[in-house]
């Protein structure tokens, strides 16, 4: 295995994890994945990019997370079980990719549980990126038109759905400050965020031992 310098960002709905991100993929000139990893799983798994996309990030109630993390126990295995809960083989097709891409390159991943998917990879820093619940429902409600109370109410829906698939999935509790090597507010700036992400990243990447 590779020892390649891996972010992953946990993030709140709405609080700028995703273009902090980009941001910081621009600074590091390493790649970003998202959405990208949709189309990824889909072409390894052979579950169509609309499932996929349906199922991305969803919580479950099945008991599959030993072999949803399990590198070498994904393929054939969760992917090909059709008594398998789709919930369970989305998640488990974009875990094998996970691995697979950090492997080969430092590379930054967005949700999907990453941090817990690479427990085992030695250069791996975990971001969590919050704000105040007032800023998010700015935020939505200026790319999305809606009232304030219809964002915040959808707010409260999507971190709910985050936090049961990221516990459901991960030993790791979602937003818990103890769950990450860094949290950070983003009312002091995306770019700054991005900043202070690439100089913790930088240190602990010379101080992290192989």
Known sequence: MKNNLII?????????????????SKLLGIKMYDKELISL?????????????????????????????GAHSLDGVVLGAQNVPLTDRVFAAQAQIIREIA???????VGRCANSVLHDFTNV??????TDTERRIDR???????????????????????????NYFS???WGNATSYDLCLDSRIGYDNCAELIKFFAEHHEKTTKY
């Open 171 to 173: 030993d790791y509790k």
């Open 103 to 109: 492997e080969r390159e430092p590379c930054i991943f």
């Open 8 to 24: 992953t960002i946990g993030r709140q709905y709405a609080s700028g994890g995703h273009e902090i991100a980009k941001g910081l």
């Open 140 to 166: 939505v409600c200026e790319f999305s038109g809606c009232s304030r109370s219809a964002a915040a109410d959808e707010i409260r829906k999507a971190d709910k759905k985050r936090a049961s698939f990221n």
């Open 41 to 69: 799983a889909a072409e390894k798994s052979g579950i169509s990019k609309e499932v996929l996309k349906a199922f991305d990030e969803k919580p479950t109630n099945s008991l599959l997370y030993s072999l949803s993390v």
């Open 125 to 130: 820093l975990s971001v969590f990126i919050h």
